[in-house]
Nanobody, 122 residues
């Protein structure tokens, strides 16, 4: 079992930055691939970025490449999402997810956090 708790969301102006954190419980955090998804208002949840359990592999959605960076600290059981050059279309609830493999689908992940709201004003 893995429990995930996101933090770091908030209101920011376009062009600004935020850093999200996802703290995981459980001794096997380091064996899980981690990902961030987001759900904009009125839309379906979508993949943003994922990282393998070693941190050696990452995969970014085209919409965030060059602006967002995922990282993980297995000693702290935490995964981070650094978001720079934020745009109004980045406004969404951001969710952290964990599973055995790094994949792109919402249905591929067994464990989810409760989400944190990110709002980017124009």
């Amino acid at each position: 079992q893995v429990q995930l708790v996101e933090s770091g969301g908030g209101l920011v102006q376009a062009g600004g930055s935020l850093r999200l954190s996802c703290a995981a419980s459980g001794r096997t955090f380091s064996s899980y691939a981690m990902a961030w998804f987001r759900q904009p208002p009125g839309k379906e949840r979508e993949f943003v970025v994922g990282i393998s359990w070693t941190g050696a592999r990452t995969y970014y959605a085209d919409s965030v490449k060059g602006r967002f960076t995922i990282s993980r600290d297995n000693a702290k059981n935490t995964v981070y999402l650094q978001m720079n050059s934020l745009k109004p279309e980045d406004t969404a609830v951001y969710y952290c997810a964990a599973d055995n493999l790094l994949r792109l689908g919402v249905g591929d992940y067994e464990y989810w956090g409760q989400g944190t709201q990110v709002t980017v004003s124009s």
